[in-house]
C-alpha cells in the first residue's frame, strides 16, 4: 500500500510515494540517499539511527515515514550551514571525540538537541542523554568532553 | 630522521577523517549506491549439524524482484585464508547454525528477504558437539571429516578421529626440574569467553562481476584488503589481478572484519546477475551470530615459584574453540600461548595448545589476537600466587617483569622495554598501596592491577607510493585501511613530515588494491610502525628529489637547501622559494607529477636474531601494558562498577598523543564491556541473545574515569624507530585487573569470564557459608 | 538488516473509527502507538499484522492533567519522555517520574507511550509496577462506550490484557495521594544505565498515619506470568510500626512471593534474591520520602 508524506527534511519539503512500511530511516536513507544516518540494528538498541523529530532525539527505524509526515527531520547533513560547521561538529573534531565515526551523527544530534534544552547540563546529565548510543570504539570519555566544551564555548 | 621538532609527528593533530564524519559525508560499507545495484541476503542453516538432502528454490526464482537465487553447487568454492575449509554458500553440509545454505539477489532487499522464505531446504540432523573439550575426544562427531583434502596453507593435520586440527607445542628448559626447585606450585584452571566485535557498522559489501573478463570488483570494509583480494582469488582459481577490492570508510573492525563474510554472500551472487552490482547488507543478528567471534578459551595453568615470588617453571595447556570453519584462529592460538608467560622471566616452560573444530560460529582474530584470554589466565593466577605467598600484586611483578637485555622465549634480545615503568606508573596513579574506604558495608571498594605483553606480526611487508602534483599537493596511496584508529590521519603526519609539507597539503584516499600497493593489513598493531616508517622513507625519497631540482634552479649546494611546510629554505638565506612555484618550473607550467615509492619490512633486522629455527617468534617490537582500576563491588546484588582506570602503556614514542588516548581509552572501555557485560548464551549452539538488547555492550553510563599514561622512549630516539603499536594492548589487561580488584574489594576470585553479578553474589555468599554465617 | 512486511494502514481520527476498524478485524489489527515495541516485533517476525491502526492522529489521547486534591490524568498516548519532565507528574507522583526515567533510552522515551507500555504486558513493564502501587485505573473504550478498569486486574497474563477485540486504552487515572505518603521504583538490569530490560523491578508505597503503616503497596516485575502485587509482603509491614526489621521481613517474604523463571538473561534463583534487595531498598527509599511529608 503506498502513501504520500510530506516531511521537512533539513528545512526542505520533500514529497515522496512511498510504501507505508517504509521507516523514517529507510526514507532518509533509501529514498532521500541522505546516507549520513545510519542503521546499526534495525532494532531501536544501539542508537546509530537518532535523528531530530521536531527537535527531539528519536530511534528513526522505529518510526513509520507516515509517522513524520507534516513534521520536521533534521540529520547530521542538515547542521552545517553553508560550510560553516555546528559547534558540536566542530567540538567532537576538536576534541578526539571520532574514531570510527559510525555512532557520532547520532551523537552529534543528540547532543545538540540536549544543549539546545539544557545549556549547561551536568555530566550525569550528557552521560544519561546520550547513553542510548552505543559507541563499540569506546569514544564515551571524548565525546563527553566534547559535549561540555561546546556547552562551556556556547556561555 | 624526523627531528623531534617536526611540525606534525608527535603532535596532536586532529583527525584527518573527522570531518566527513561529522558531517555524514563520510562512506561506509553500507552506504555504497551503485548504478544497477541488486540487494542480496542468505537464507542460513537452523539447525548446528546436517547434511543438505535437497533444496527447492524454485519459488524463489519466481518471487517479484528476484534476480538470481544461488546455492552451494551452483558456487562450489572454498576459501580460507589458511585452510581453505569454508564454502561461500554450504554444499552438502551445514556447519553451525546460521552457516549460509542459499542466496537471493532482488531489486529491494525487502525483495530479497521474502524471496528467502520460499526456498525449502531439507536436511538430516547430524550429531554436533559444541564444547572444544568434549570436540577434542575420540569419537567425537568430526565436523570437517575431510580435512585432508582441503588446500591447507599452514601446517596443520587433524589428530586422528578428533576435532583437533591445530596443535602447537613449545618447550624451554626443563619443567619438571623447575617444579622441583620450587617452593610452592598453582594449579589453576580458568576461562575466556567467545565475544562479538559488535562494530557498530554491520558487515556489507557490494560484489560486481564483469562478464566480458571474468573479474570480480568487491568494495569490503576489510582491514586487509590486499590479503584478502588474493584469498578470494586463490579460492577462485583466479590470478590475484582479477580480483580488486575497494574499500570505504570502515565502522569499527576490532579484528573482525579480515575474512570473506558479507563479501562471500555478494560475490557468490554477483557471478549470476549478469554484471549487475549485488549488495549484501548483514542484519545485527547475523553480524552477531554468523560472522566470527573471539576464540574461547580453556586454560590450565600450572606455575612454581620460589617463596620470594621469583617464576621457575610453567606450565600451560589451552584448548581453543575454532567453531565450524577456520579463519585466523591458529595464529591467534599460536600468539596466545607463546604469551601465556606474561611479560615475564620464566626459566622453564612447557606450552601446549590445541584448537578444536566444534559446531559454532567461525572464530578468529579479536583485538588482542589471543593475548586477552592468556593474559586474563596469567594476571588472575598471579594475583592468586602474590596472595599465597604474602607478597605484594607490584612488587611480584616487578621482580619478575623483562628488562631491557632480556632474552624472549626464543633467544631474541629484547630492546626497549619499558615494561617495569607501566607497572609502577599505573600502580602510582591508581595508588595501589592505598585501600579506598568503603562508602557502606554493602558497597565494598578494592583495587587491581594487572599487565600484559605482545608482539607483531613480523616480518610484514609495507609499500606506499607517494604522488606530488604540480600544486604541491601530496597523495599517499597506501593499502591501510582507516577502519577508526586514526590510520589516514597518522599517515598523513608522517607525510606531511617527511616531504615537508602542510598537513592540509596531504590527502591519504581509501585503499583500492589496483592501485595502492600491498599492505599486510591493518593488524597486530602494526600500521604506525610499518607503514609509517614506509611512508617515511617514501617521503624522504620525494624531498631529496625535489631538493636536488631546487639546487639547480636556485644555484645553491643541495645539502643547504630543507623544504618544510611547502617551501624551500636554504640554510642561512631563508625561504627561497615555495614548493609550488619549484613544481611549476619541473613542468614547464603545465600539469604534472612526480612519484616516490617506499618500502618497509623487518625482515632481516638484526635484533630479530634469536635460537636456531625460531627467529619466527621473534617481534620487531614488544608492547607492555598495565593497568590498574578501581571497583565497587555491591555486596548485595553482585554488581561490580568500575570506578578508574589508569592505563600505562609502553608505546614507544606518540606519533599522535591524542590518537593514542582514543585507542587506550577505547581498548580500557571494550575491556570493561568484555569482562563484565558479554558473553553468548546458546542452546545447542543456537545464539539466543542475538540483538543489542541481549548481548549487552557498555554505554557511556558504564564508563569511569580513565587516565592514559604514556611511557616513552628517550627524546633522544627518532621517533618512528621507537614507535611501537598501540591498538591491541589495552584490550588485555583491564579484565584481570578487574578480576584482581574485586578479590581486594570482597576477597573472591572468578576465574571464568565474565564477571556477572550472578557469579559474583554467589561466590560472596559461598564464602559466607563457608565462614559459617 | 530486518524489513517490515506490507500491512494495510488506517490513521482515524477519532477513537469511534479506531474501535470500529479493531472490531470488525477480530483480532488481527493492532494498535501502533509508539511502535518501540510493536515494530521490533514485527521486524523479528514474531508477529506479522495484516492491519496497522495509527492511534496518534486522534485528539485528546495525549496529555497530562492534574493537581494534588485531583489526582492526575495521563493519555494513554502520552510519550513516555513527558510523564519523565511533567511538573504535575513529579509533583503529584513522582514515582511514575522515576519509572520512566529508567524506561528505555531517552531517544526512546519520546517515542514510547505509556498506553503502548501497558498494552504490551509485558511482564517486565516499567510502568506496570508503579502504576499499581499508585492504585491507578485504565480507561477503556470500547463499542459499548467506556468503561474504567483497575490497574490490578489488567493483565491477564504475560503478553495479554483482558482488553477484548474492539477495546482501546484512552487514559490512565491515578487517585490524589494521601499525604504522609512515600514510593519508590527501583530496577535491576545489566548495565549501570537504566535502560536494560528489567531482570527484575521493585515498586513500593508506603502511607504512614502516626508513624505506623497505614498502607503499603509492593509490586515485583520481571519474576511472574504478569506484574506482582506482593501481597504477603504488604501483610508484613501493614498496620505496624514501620521498623528496619519488619522492611527486611517484608523483603524476604517478597522474595517467597515471587515466581521467577530461568531464562537467557538470568537465573530464577538470582531473580528472587534482588527482589529481595530491591524491595527493602524500595522500602527504604519510600519510607524516606513518606516521612519527610511529601505525597508520594
Same mark, same amino acid.
Given at each position: ?20 512500511? @517504509? ?24 542508537? @546509530? ?18 509517522d ?69 570504539c ?18 | 630522521?624526523? $627531528? ?22 563520510a ?21 548446528? &549439524? ?11 526464482l ?10 552451494g ?19 552438502d553440509r551445514?556447519?553451525?547454525v ?10 529491494t532487499?525487502? $525483495? ?53 586440527c ?18 610452592e ?6 576461562? +575466556?569467553q ?8 554491520? &558487515? ?5 562481476y ?11 570494509? =576489510? ?36 575474512t ?7 560475490v ?44 621457575t ?39 601446549? =595448545?590445541?584448537?578444536?573444530?566444534? #559446531?559454532?560460529?567461525?572464530t ?7 593475548t ?17 605467598l ?93 577502519i ?30 589496483a ?10 598493531s ?11 622513507? +617514501? ?16 644555484a ?27 613544481l ?37 617490537f ?39 588516548? $582514543? ?5 580500557v572501555?571494550?575491556?570493561? =564491556? ?11 549452539g ?41 591498538g ?19 576477597? /573472591?576470585? /572468578? ?5 556477572t ?11 559466607? #557459608?563457608?565462614?559459617?554465617? | ?20 476498524i479493531?472490531?470488525?478485524?477480530? %483480532? ?5 502507538? %509508539?511502535?518501540?515495541?510493536?515494530l ?5 517476525g ?24 485531583? %489526582? ?72 459499548? %462506550? ?24 484512552t487514559?490512565?487515572?491515578?487517585p ?21 530490560c ?31 502485587r ?11 510500626a ?15 512471593e ?6 537467557m ?11 529481595k ?20
Amino acid at each position: 500500500m503506498k502513501i504520500t508524506v510530506d516531511i521537512i527534511v533539513n528545512g526542505e519539503l520533500c514529497r515522496e510515494e512511498v510504501e507505508v512500511q @517504509t521507516t523514517l530511516l529507510e526514507f532518509l536513507r533509501g529514498t532521500l540517499h541522505l546516507t549520513g544516518t545510519k542503521e546499526g540494528c534495525g532494532l531501536g538498541d544501539c542508537g @546509530t539511527c537518532i535523528v531530530l523529530l521536531d527537535g527531539k532525539p528519536v530511534n528513526s527505524c522505529l518510526v513509520l515515514a507516515a509517522d513524520a509526515h507534516g513534521r520536521e527531520v533534521t540529520t547530521i547533513e542538515g547542521l552545517a550551514e553553508d560550510g560553516r560547521l555546528h559547534p558540536v561538529q566542530q567540538s567532537f573534531i576538536d576534541n578526539g571525540a571520532v574514531q570510527c565515526g559510525f555512532c557520532t551523527p547520532a551523537m552529534i544530534l543528540t547532543a545538540k538537541a540536549l544543549l539546545e534544552n539544557k545549556p549547561d547540563p551536568g555530566e550525569g546529565e550528557i552521560k544519561q542523554a546520550l547513553g542510548g548510543i552505543l559507541c563499540r570504539c569506546g569514544s564515551y570519555r571524548k565525546i563527553l568532553k566534547s559535549v561540555q566544551a561546546a556547552a562551556k564555548e556556547a556561555r | 630522521m624526523l $627531528q623531534n621538532g617536526s611540525p606534525y609527528v608527535g603532535k596532536r593533530v586532529l583527525r584527518v577523517d573527522a570531518p566527513a564524519k561529522v558531517t555524514g559525508n563520510a562512506v561506509y560499507g553500507v552506504d555504497i549506491e551503485l548504478p544497477g545495484m541488486l540487494h542480496g541476503a542468505a537464507l542460513r542453516s537452523p539447525h548446528p &549439524h546436517a547434511k543438505i538432502i535437497a533444496m527447492d528454490t524454485s519459488a524463489a526464482l519466481k518471487a517479484p524482484g528476484v534476480r538470481a537465487v544461488v546455492t552451494g553447487r551452483d558456487f562450489p568454492y572454498l576459501f580460507g585464508d589458511m585452510v581453505r575449509d569454508q564454502p561461500f554458500l554450504a554444499i552438502d553440509r551445514v556447519r553451525f547454525v546460521g552457516d549460509p545454505v542459499a542466496a537471493v539477489a532482488a531489486e529491494t532487499e525487502a $525483495q530479497a528477504l521474502e524471496a528467502l522464505e520460499k526456498i525449502r531446504v531439507q536436511y538430516e540432523e547430524l550429531p554436533a558437539v559444541f564444547d572444544p573439550r568434549e570436540a577434542m575426544a575420540e569419537g567425537a562427531p568430526l565436523v570437517h571429516p575431510d580435512f585432508d583434502t582441503y588446500h591447507r596453507n599452514i601446517p596443520a593435520s587433524m589428530v586422528p578421529g578428533t576435532n583437533i586440527c591445530v596443535t602447537r607445542k613449545f618447550s624451554l628448559g626443563d619443567v619438571e626440574k623447575g617444579f622441583a626447585e620450587a617452593d610452592e606450585i598453582f594449579s589453576d584452571t580458568f576461562s +575466556a569467553q567467545a565475544l562479538s566485535h559488535a562494530a557498530m557498522e554491520p &558487515h556489507a559489501a557490494v560484489a560486481r562481476y564483469t562478464p566480458l573478463d571474468g573479474c570480480y570488483t568487491v568494495w569490503s570494509a =576489510s582491514d586487509r584488503p590486499q590479503r584478502l583480494h588474493k584469498e578470494l582469488a586463490d579460492a577462485l582459481g583466479l590470478e590475484h589481478t582479477r580480483v580488486r577490492f575497494i574499500v570505504p570508510y570502515v565502522g569499527g573492525s576490532y579484528g573482525g572484519k579480515n575474512t570473506l563474510r558479507a563479501e562471500a554472500v555478494a560475490v557468490a551472487l554477483s557471478r549470476f546477475t549478469h554484471g549487475r552490482p549485488v549488495k549484501v547488507v548483514f542484519s545485527r543478528a547475523e553480524s552477531l551470530t554468523a560472522t566470527q567471534t573471539r576464540l574461547a578459551a580453556y586454560m590450565q595453568l600450572t606455575t612454581g615459584v620460589k617463596k620470594d615470588g621469583l617464576f621457575t617453571a610453567r606450565r600451560a595447556e589451552i584448548v581453543w574453540d575454532n567453531g565450524a570453519y577456520m579463519s585466523n584462529a591458529p595464529g591467534v592460538a599460536n600468539r596466545g600461548v607463546l604469551t601465556i608467560l606474561g611479560p615475564y622471566r620464566i626459566p622453564n616452560l612447557d606450552l601446549v =595448545s590445541r584448537l578444536v573444530y566444534t #559446531n559454532q560460529e567461525t572464530t578468529g582474530s579479536y583485538r588482542g589476537f589471543g593475548t586477552t584470554q592468556v593474559t586474563w589466565a596469567c594476571e588472575v593466577q598471579m594475583d592468586i600466587m602474590a596472595a599465597k605467598l604474602g607478597i605484594d600484586p607490584l612488587a611480584i611483578r616487578l621482580m619478575n617483569a623483562y628488562v631491557e637485555g632480556d632474552a624472549y622465549i626464543n633467544g631474541q634480545i629484547m630492546r626497549d622495554v619499558r615494561a617495569r615503568e607501566t607497572i609502577a606508573a599505573a600502580g602510582r596513579e591508581i595508588k595501589l598501596e592505598t585501600g579506598s574506604p568503603n562508602p557502606s558495608p554493602t558497597r565494598r571498594r578494592g583495587k587491581g592491577i594487572a599487565t600484559m605483553l605482545k608482539s607483531t606480526a613480523t616480518p610484514t611487508d609495507s609499500f606506499c607510493t607517494l604522488k606530488v602534483d604540480v600544486d604541491g599537493k601530496v597523495t599517499v596511496f597506501s593499502s591501510s585501511s582507516e577502519i577508526g584508529a586514526g590510520e589516514k590521519t597518522v599517515m598523513a603526519q608522517i607525510a606531511a613530515d617527511a616531504v615537508g609539507v602542510p598537513l592540509a597539503a596531504v590527502s591519504v584516499p581509501n585503499p583500492d588494491t589496483a592501485i595502492t600497493p600491498y599492505d599486510h593489513g591493518v593488524s597486530s598493531s602494526r600500521t604506525t610502525f610499518h607503514m609509517g616508517n614506509c611512508i617515511h622513507r +617514501a617521503g624522504r625519497d620525494m624531498q631529496r628529489r625535489l631538493l636536488e631540482f631546487a639546487s639547480g634552479v636556485l644555484a645553491a649546494d643541495p645539502s643547504r637547501l630543507t623544504l618544510s611546510d611547502g617551501y624551500i629554505l636554504e640554510a642561512g638565506g631563508g625561504r627561497r622559494m615555495t614548493l609550488k612555484d619549484l613544481l611549476a618550473k619541473k613542468f614547464n607550467g603545465k600539469s604534472g607529477a612526480m612519484f616516490s615509492e617506499g618500502h618497509f619490512t623487518p625482515a632481516g633486522n638484526p635484533v630479530l636474531e634469536a635460537r636456531e629455527g625460531l627467529k619466527g617468534i621473534s617481534s620487531i617490537f614488544w608492547m607492555f601494558a598495565t593497568h590498574a582500576v578501581e571497583v565497587e563491588v555491591d555486596t548485595e546484588t553482585g554488581v561490580v562498577q568500575v570506578l578508574k582506570v589508569a592505563a600505562a602503556h609502553d608505546i614507544g614514542r606518540a606519533i599522535n598523543p591524542t590518537g593514542c588516548e $582514543q585507542q587506550i581509552e577505547g581498548s580500557v572501555i571494550l575491556g570493561i =564491556s568484555n569482562t563484565l557485560f558479554e558473553e553468548f548464551k546458546t542452546e545447542r549452539g543456537r545464539i539466543l541473545n542475538d540483538t543489542f538488547s541481549d548481548y549487552k555492550l557498555a554505554t557511556m553510563e558504564d564508563v569511569p574515569g580513565i587516565v592514559s599514561i604514556l611511557v616513552e622512549a628517550g627524546p633522544d630516539r627518532e621517533a618512528l624507530a621507537a614507535a611501537k603499536g598501540i591498538g591491541e594492548p589495552a584490550a588485555a589487561a583491564t579484565a584481570p585487573a578487574i578480576a584482581n580488584a574485586v578479590y581486594n574489594a570482597v576477597g /573472591i576470585r /572468578i576465574r571464568d569470564l565474565p564477571i556477572t553479578p550472578d557469579k559474583v553474589l554467589a561466590a560472596l555468599q559461598q564464602k559466607d #557459608n563457608q565462614k559459617g554465617h | 538488516m530486518n524489513r517490515l512486511k506490507a500491512f494495510a494502514y488506517f490513521e482515524p481520527a477519532a477513537l469511534k473509527e479506531a474501535v470500529e476498524i479493531l472490531t470488525r478485524n477480530n %483480532g488481527g489489527a493492532f494498535l501502533l502507538a %509508539g511502535g518501540t515495541d510493536l515494530l521490533v516485533r514485527m521486524k523479528r517476525g514474531v508477529i506479522r499484522p495484516a492491519v496497522l491502526v495509527n492511534l496518534k492522529r486522534i485528539r485528546d489521547l495525549n496529555g497530562i492533567q492534574g493537581d494534588q486534591e485531583s %489526582g492526575t490524568r495521563i493519555g494513554a498516548l502520552t510519550p513516555i519522555a513527558d510523564i519523565e519532565n511533567a511538573a504535575v507528574v513529579h509533583q503529584n507522583h513522582p514515582v511514575l517520574a522515576q519509572a520512566a526515567g529508567v524506561l528505555g533510552a531517552p531517544p526512546l522515551r519520546n517515542l514510547a507511550t505509556l498506553g503502548g507500555n501497558i498494552g504490551r504486558a509485558s511482564p517486565a513493564s516499567d510502568m506496570a509496577p508503579s502504576l499499581m502501587v499508585l492504585q491507578a485505573r485504565v480507561a477503556v473504550a470500547g463499542t459499548s %462506550g467506556q468503561r474504567e478498569v483497575e490497574i490490578d486486574g489488567i493483565f491477564k497474563g504475560p503478553g495479554s490484557t483482558i482488553l477484548a477485540a474492539g477495546e482501546i486504552m484512552t487514559a490512565f487515572i491515578i487517585p490524589a495521594m494521601t499525604p504522609h505518603t512515600g514510593a519508590a521504583y527501583l530496577k535491576m538490569g545489566r548495565r549501570s544505565g537504566g535502560g536494560d530490560c528489567a531482570l527484575a523491578g521493585v515498586a513500593a508505597l508506603l502511607t504512614l498515619e502516626s508513624g505506623e503503616v497505614g498502607k503499603v503497596r509492593i509490586a515485583l516485575s520481571s519474576v511472574g506470568p504478569t506484574t506482582l502485587r506482593a501481597r504477603k509482603a504488604e501483610a508484613v509491614l501493614l498496620s505496624g510500626a514501620l521498623t528496619d526489621e519488619r522492611m527486611q521481613q517484608a523483603a524476604r517474604a517478597a522474595a517467597d512471593e515471587a515466581t521467577p523463571i530461568t531464562d537467557m538473561r538470568c537465573s530464577a534463583s538470582y531473580r528472587k534474591e534482588i527482589i529481595k534487595v530491591l524491595t527493602y531498598r524500595a522500602l527504604q527509599e519510600a519510607a524516606r520520602k513518606a516521612r519527610g511529608g511529601m505525597t508520594t
